[in-house]
């Protein structure tokens, strides 16, 4: 099957404009074993990997850039970024396994659409946008608008993410990822849960989202977290509280990883765990 | 004899095949390429129970690149016959059928045609061209279904009972005493039922084979497998050939535990190649290792027990249905044997039922049918346990088989060490551990028979002193280095100056699987008394040289020695560098039958702490002991020990073959087949126990199944522990940890034993 790496953005764009059957690719980590499992190849792969602004975290004042197809494992590295965004690290180092974590991206974890994608939560939580490169030029949304349901996103065949960007965090604002599956490791997320809370001086929440991944065709922000959390301490009602939102919210289904039931009782235990974490790094009193 | 007297066996010696391992030089089934190869690829049922009601080959046929397509017509019609196979029997018939369908699909991956072709491609393309047509029957997925009264039946001629035919292939029976007077004496009678799911056997690698057949109709096969004699004969039977038309290479083996003994592509491999002229390679997929081969049964479970206030078991009913698969031979005759045999049980009866089911034929794993049979004693034991306010290590002590002891299954125990594993977990700091919240801890026992069987090894030694060992065992254990050591023992020279080697059909005599944890036992036999022999022709041509007696000649430390000391000794070396002068090559060979096996008993404790809001189960700390007879090389022993262990956890926990309603295994893939990874599991601590059988000239007992037996009931008592609720389904998964937890219908009795 025929490959091609492209070294800019614009040698990228204009292939995959000639090559309609194209597919572009990060890591792999999705497309080799789907492959595998004789999912039908596309015309060219293209790797995204050698474009210097795919590869890479930069931080100014004010902003976050990843790039689309930085391995998870730099990301876990990052000593700034595991700082700012612990839960969006966390997520990163739950993809696959280490080996796999040198490979895997955040552009292709995203991309591939997996309802059950550990980056997803994070990044929706944290309110990263994506800067999107197409033949047309390029244009910047927000993640929410990318996965439109399971294996499908709202990119056309001659488009990819180029980085995410978000603004760099608050004082008093940390998140956290938590998910529940059987294994340690190399498994797919029952439940994924990602978290953002800010506190204010004396500790109490001033602002709170929540985020839910594998319960629904798409990541599910959940209504109302901040509201229930807001003005307090963190407490067992006001969790309680948060994690009957979610439970309310979600539509998951049943299948060989987990019963419905089964999916939306775990929702509401992470997402406990997940709002406690996130506002003890923020600075909340447990 | 103690372990002090010997230079070699207790070292822990570098294992002569593990560098080619660790740098993927060594060759397993899928490493081998011929010129002119084809792929050979298996056309499977997509029906869990249907007839076949014609096939028509002739688009398969029509695509280019298509060398050979076979079908069951190609194959001779076998009638049922049964014979030993390994350490299991086998029906030929059943075995060709499996193999191949003829008239009837049975399970939803059962081979239906096999087509050779030059590329994937092509054979995949032929593979959809192929036109089968189907009447569709109902099918039945586990034993509930199969035994119910309308149930569709599988086999038109299993009818153990007399009357009309059923899914009931066999029920096993054993009775000895009088169980309603032996419950009558006890204080406490506690009955319990048990579920557990088929789990796989799940070896890494893949089942693969390249078959050559020459013009001259004999055939040559590679291929990675328990057993290359097993290889040899099955296919040979199902091919309606001589044995000695075929030659079976042995490759390197990525696992088997037990599922590769049996044969699958082999025939059908030989059978392309004789058609089309050309070397055919077969590679089976990991949905096809899940959905055709290996698992190990499901089952459904009663026991009930009865002890007397002080602890003495008075009496034992158990009732198992276990199912076979598609064809009949499920584990359930060897689970009766095994589930009380740690315990001097008077009283006792015993039912087990082999239930046909429209799923893959069951195989061997590890201890076949033990583990379910334990899960249920051992869970029983330890309410009894709790019931009596008894230590549960005294309660199995008190009752526990020694020498002398007359075993629930029959036979009288030679010297074992059963009590010996008990006291070291007993002794072992782990048990005075403490645990907090949430944590549980629990111990469990199991037994295994071991197997002897047939063996054969070649030793021969060259000119510089250095040997080879041939034996026809695939190593899956480590067992090159204990052959190398146990030659080394004998002959007296360094384990790094002998090369073990596993050899093809042809090259060494017959020999029986590796499985039964039997090859340190007998082919290590074979090994010592083929070096035995060695050392006799040493002395003869020692004292060929010196003009002396052989009975003046002592074998010490790899010399010659003069009893009189009046010559000075001749090493190895020089006897062989001169072996041209005293009578030519020195070699050996012995072919033996394997007596005085020496079963193996195992104690086991493990601490859990249960998340009571998601029900996952985290194994802290995990201890096993088991009685090895003797360790010739403690490291591969205690290798074995937590490898059953790690597999009894998975079992324990997640691993399950989750079945849609149309018959279709839904997780075929370890992805969501959900063996223990690393970082799930502790390190396994291990006290080997070694408590010498009588039977082996060093005290050798198989040591690679018994680790399996307990984990399934130690994790369900340690998570009674932490949480008080006996979980008695499998797998102990976090849905059924958090609906056990959330149920407050637990401890129900269950119906009384039939």
Redesign the interface.
């Known amino acids: 099957m025929p490959y091609v790496a492209p070294s800019t953005i614009d040698e990228a764009c204009d292939f995959l404009r000639s090559n309609p059957g194209s597919r572009v690719f990060a890591g792999a980590t999705d497309i080799l074993p789907q492959s595998k499992a004789g999912r039908r190849l596309p015309e060219f792969l293209v790797d995204l990997k050698r474009i210097p602004r795919l590869t890479g975290l930069n931080v100014d004042d004010k902003l976050w850039r990843i790039g689309a197809s930085t391995p998870a494992a730099h990301l876990t590295r990052d000593s700034r970024l595991s700082g700012e965004f612990p839960g969006l690290v966390e997520a990163a180092g739950l993809i696959g396994?280490d080996q796999i974590q040198t490979r895997a991206s955040l552009g292709g974890n995203l991309c591939n659409a997996s309802p059950a994608a550990d980056t997803g939560p994070s990044l929706v939580v944290n309110e990263f946008s994506a800067v999107i490169a197409s033949p047309e030029g390029e244009r910047t949304v927000p993640v929410t608008a990318i996965t439109t349901g399971p294996g499908q996103t709202s990119l056309t065949n001659d488009e990819f993410i180029v980085e995410f960007l978000a603004d760099r965090p608050a004082a008093g604002t940390s998140d956290a990822y938590q998910r529940?599956t059987?294994?340690?490791?190399?498994?797919?997320a029952?439940v994924g849960a990602g978290a953002r809370v800010s506190v204010g001086p004396t500790g109490e929440v001033t602002n709170a989202d929540l985020v839910l991944g594998a319960v629904a065709p798409t990541t599910v922000p959940i209504v109302g977290i901040s509201d229930a959390l807001v003005g307090r301490s963190l407490d067992e009602p006001g969790l309680e509280r948060a994690a009957d939102l979610a439970k309310e919210q979600i539509e998951p289904i049943s299948?060989?990883?987990?019963?419905r039931d089964?999916r939306i009782?775990?929702a509401g235990?992470l997402t406990k765990r997940v709002l406690r974490t996130a506002a003890e790094r923020a600075g909340a009193e447990s | 004899m103690t372990s002090t007297s010997f230079k070699h066996i207790g070292q822990r010696s570098i294992r002569p095949d593990g560098l080619d391992k660790v740098t993927g030089k060594a060759r397993f089934g899928a490493d081998y390429y011929l010129p002119g190869m084809l792929v050979g690829v298996v056309v499977r049922s997509p029906h869990p129970h249907a007839t076949i009601k014609s096939i028509d080959t002739t688009a398969a046929r029509a695509i280019s690149g298509v060398k050979a397509v076979i079908t069951a017509q190609d194959f001779p019609e076998i009638s049922h016959e049964e014979a030993m196979s390994g350490e299991s029997v086998v029906d030929f018939r059943d075995l060709s059928h499996n193999v191949m369908a003829r008239d009837k699909v049975l399970y939803i991956g059962h081979p239906v045609a096999a087509i050779a072709a030059t590329s994937q491609q092509a054979a995949d393309a032929a593979a959809q061209a192929l036109q089968v047509v189907y009447e569709i029957h109902p099918h039945v997925l586990n034993v509930d279904e199969a035994m119910a009264s309308d149930a569709p039946i599988l086999h038109s001629d299993l009818d153990p009972d007399g009357g009309e035919p059923t899914n009931i292939a066999k029920r096993h029976v054993f009775n000895r005493g009088d169980t309603k007077q032996g419950f009558a004496r006890a204080d406490v009678v506690i009955e319990r039922e048990f579920t557990t799911k088929q789990v796989h056997q799940g070896y890494i690698e893949p089942h693969a084979v390249v078959a050559d057949t020459g013009e001259d109709g004999r055939s040559v096969v590679w291929c990675s497998s328990q057993g290359h004699f097993l290889v040899r004969d099955q296919t040979a039977k199902v091919l309606g050939w001589e044995r000695s038309r075929l030659k079976v290479i042995p490759a390197e083996i990525g696992g088997g535990f037990g599922g590769k003994t049996t044969i699958y592509l082999e025939p059908l491999a030989v059978l392309l190649s004789a058609k089309s002229g050309r070397p055919v390679k077969m590679v089976m997929s990991r949905d096809e290792v899940f959905m055709a081969t290996g698992p190990g049964p499901g089952s459904r479970v009663r026991v009930k027990i009865g002890a007397t206030s002080d602890g003495k078991i008075t009496a034992a009913e158990v009732w198992m249905a276990f199912d076979a698969g598609a064809f009949k031979g499920s584990p359930v005759g060897a689970a009766c044997q095994t589930v009380l045999a740690p315990y001097e049980i008077h009283d006792v009866s015993i039912t087990g039922l082999d239930v046909v089911i429209n799923t893959p034929k069951v195989a061997a794993y590890r201890a076949p049918g033990a583990p379910i049979g334990a899960f249920a004693a051992e869970s029983v034991l330890d309410e009894i346990a709790e019931a009596l306010s008894m230590d549960p290590i005294d309660l199995r002590y008190q009752n526990a088989v020694e020498e002398g002891s007359e075993s629930t299954y029959g036979p009288t125990f030679k010297l074992i060490g059963f009590k010996e594993t008990l006291e070291a977990i007993k002794e072992h700091p782990h048990y005075k551990a403490t645990l907090g919240p949430n944590q549980g801890r629990g111990v469990a026992c199991g037994f295994w028979f071991n197997a002897g069987l047939g063996s054969s090894a070649t030793v021969s030694i060259h000119e510089d002193g250095t040997a080879s060992v041939l034996t026809g065992s695939p190593d899956i254990g480590g067992s090159r280095a204990s052959m190398a050591l146990m030659a080394a023992e004998v002959l007296g020279i360094d384990e790094t100056r002998i090369r073990p080697s596993i050899v093809d059909t042809d090259s060494i005599g017959f020999t029986d699987v590796t499985g039964g944890s039997r090859v340190t036992f007998a082919t290590g036999m074979a090994v010592i008394e083929a070096c035995g022999e060695i050392v006799e022709d040493l002395r003869g041509r020692a004292a060929m040289i010196w003009g002396a007696e052989p009975d003046d000649v002592e074998w010490q430390s790899g010399q010659a020695q003069h009893s009189d000391g009046s010559k000075p000794p001749l090493s190895l070396a020089e006897i062989a560098g001169s072996a041209a002068k005293t009578g030519g090559p020195i070699a050996a060979t012995a072919s033996l039958t394997a007596r005085g096996v020496g079963p193996a008993f195992s104690t086991q404790v493990c601490d859990v702490e249960v998340d009571p809001?998601?029900g996952?189960v985290d194994i802290l700390r995990y201890t096993t002991a088991q009685d090895a007879g003797r360790a010739i090389h403690p490291s591969y022993v205690e290798g074995q020990m937590q490898g059953g262990v790690v597999q009894g956890i998975g079992w324990a926990?997640?691993e399950e073959y989750?079945y849609d309603d149309s018959g279709r295994m839904?997780?075929p893939m370890?992805?969501?087949y959900?063996m223990?990874?690393a970082?799930?599991l502790p390190m396994i601590d291990t006290v080997i126990v070694e408590v010498p059988n009588p039977g082996h000239p060093y005290g050798v007992r198989g040591v690679g199944e018994v680790g399996i037996v307990p984990p399934l009931a130690a994790i369900a008592n340690a998570i009674n522990g932490a949480t008080d609720v006996r979980l008695r389904d499998l797998p102990m998964?976090?849905?059924r940890v958090?609906d056990a937890l959330s149920s407050e219908l637990n401890g129900a009795t269950g119906t009384p034993a039939g």
């Open positions: 396994s529940f059987p294994r340690t490791e190399m498994d797919i029952v299948d060989k990883r987990g019963t089964f009782h775990i235990v | 809001d998601t996952l926990l997640n989750v839904e997780n370890f992805l969501d959900r223990p990874v970082s799930d998964s976090p849905p958090v």
